[in-house]
């Protein structure tokens, strides 16, 4: 009879121990871990917990309360202003999560899109572009690169890399695929001191650069892009710089490369394997038609960089899309690319015929043998001017200014604009005649 007393005791205890068990499964911890939502039942045929069907019937004892909003799937930067959408007549281009945006003719320089493309911004790995531009413009492809204590351990050791040793040598040729496929930080360093003799002295190079391209707002301070406060650009200033590098015959050769190999080296034994980072070119998911390469960055505070060249017909474009979260920086510089190849077109402003002046320049004709007259000629060259589908040649207004031109005489550019846009240019050149040889 004792016996049975105690099982019926014992029998209250592990009904508790039964339900703590439940209340505390592993599921249970895993979803409080990971801070999961609760399932919601939907009105679909699936039973919902006996719990929730009592509350259904009794509606009357629920708190009323005015639906939350949907969340914005597009960052605040998504509704930035596009400069270009203002102008009259203008075709409309798409917004982007790009806190700065811009499209623009690789040849001429024709401003298609504008984004906050005067803005500072940090710009991680593109600042490669500058330093491949700078190394084929002053070195040899076959020169050999020795790599420092410094070139190698003076980067971030968790940032990008391909893995050379101090002491090791590649070929600048190397060096290059290197520094644009892989986006090697070492490799940047490596060629930094290669070319001007210091890391410091190359960065004067990469800044003295910028300025004879026009750029205002851009001040590096190293050769990779790694963050640093004081290394910024803007997005107008990266395209004038990746324009430049674009008509350089070896850095495009090496920025339409999809795939590489490094040969062992002094002191590597095994091949490196270089696959380029730029997905519009060389990743199936992400391809676009035409594209010509370019040049991946990121850092936590630049967030995702981008420069894309891209090739349709008889009109290149160039891409910039500086502080971008994630993939979307693909799909918005499709989408600028796809905005740029259908809604523009070249229109040839006509060459004009080779004239003399009306009148002859009598105070020189004093110097010539024969004391015939001594004339100015004038010719112009073809030009081209980028408009809008439906835009008129008669629409555009146009500027003059005389320019130095290193090759020959004097020049007088002239640029046209639509509504205070500039569209293209052409050139006149003066040059001075004279009839017979002076004496």
């Not at 070139?151 to 090791?168: K, R």
């Not at 790694?226 to 004038?240: Q, S």
């Not at 060249?309 to 994630?326: E, H, I, P, S």
């Not at 004009?352 to 004339?375: N, R």
Request: aromatic share 10%; hydrophobic share 35%.
């Amino acid at each position: 009879m004792r016996k049975r007393q105690k099982k019926i005791k014992i029998l209250p205890l592990l009904l508790a121990v039964a339900v703590g068990l439940s209340v505390y499964s592993p599921g249970f911890a895993y979803a409080q871990e990971m801070e999961e939502d609760p399932p919601i039942y939907e009105e679909s045929g699936e039973q919902a917990p006996e719990e929730l069907a009592e509350e259904e019937q009794f509606p009357e004892e629920r708190t009323s309360q005015e639906p939350e909003e949907t969340p914005d799937p597009y960052p605040p930067s998504y509704y930035l202003p596009v400069k270009s959408n203002e102008i009259p007549g203008w075709p409309q281009g798409p917004q982007v999560q790009a806190e700065s945006a811009i499209l623009m003719d690789v040849d001429y320089g024709v401003c298609l899109y504008e984004k906050n493309i005067h803005k500072k911004q940090y710009p991680a790995s593109i600042t490669k572009i500058m330093t491949a531009l700078l190394t084929v413009e002053n070195a040899n492809l076959s020169d050999v690169v020795t790599f420092s204590e410094n070139a190698v351990y003076g980067i971030e050791p968790e940032s990008s890399h391909i893995g050379i040793d101090a002491g090791e040598q590649l070929t600048v040729e190397q060096c290059l695929y290197g520094l644009m496929l892989a986006s090697a930080n070492e490799v940047a360093m490596g060629l930094a001191e290669h070319v001007a003799g210091s890391v410091e002295a190359f960065v004067e190079m990469m800044n003295q650069r910028a300025a004879q391209l026009g750029c205002k707002n851009t001040h590096f301070v190293n050769p990779h892009g790694l963050h640093d406060e004081n290394h910024y650009v803007t997005a107008y200033d990266m395209a004038l710089i990746a324009r430049e590098a674009f008509h350089n015959r070896t850095f495009l050769n090496v920025v339409t490369t999809v795939y590489y190999e490094i040969p062992p080296t002094n002191m590597e034994e095994e091949t490196r394997y270089l696959l380029n980072h730029q997905k519009l070119l060389s990743d199936d998911e992400w391809y676009y038609t035409g594209c010509r390469g370019g040049k991946t960055g990121y850092t936590d505070q630049a967030l995702n960089t981008l420069v894309t060249f891209a090739k349709r017909d008889n009109l290149t474009l160039v891409c910039v899309n500086l502080k971008t979260d994630g993939t979307p920086i693909y799909t918005d510089t499709t989408a600028l690319l796809d905005y740029g190849f259908t809604n523009f077109n070249w229109k040839n402003i006509k060459k004009a015929q080779d004239i003399k002046a009306e009148a002859p320049m009598s105070a020189l004709c004093s110097f010539s043998k024969d004391g015939k007259d001594v004339y100015w000629a004038q010719t112009r060259s073809s030009g081209w001017v980028l408009l809008p589908q439906g835009i008129k040649k008669k629409n555009l207004t146009k500027k003059r200014a005389m320019e130095p031109n290193a090759a020959g005489p004097w020049r007088i550019k002239t640029s046209f604009y639509y509504k205070g846009q500039y569209v293209g240019h052409s050139y006149q050149y003066e040059n001075q005649l004279l009839k017979d040889l002076l004496r």
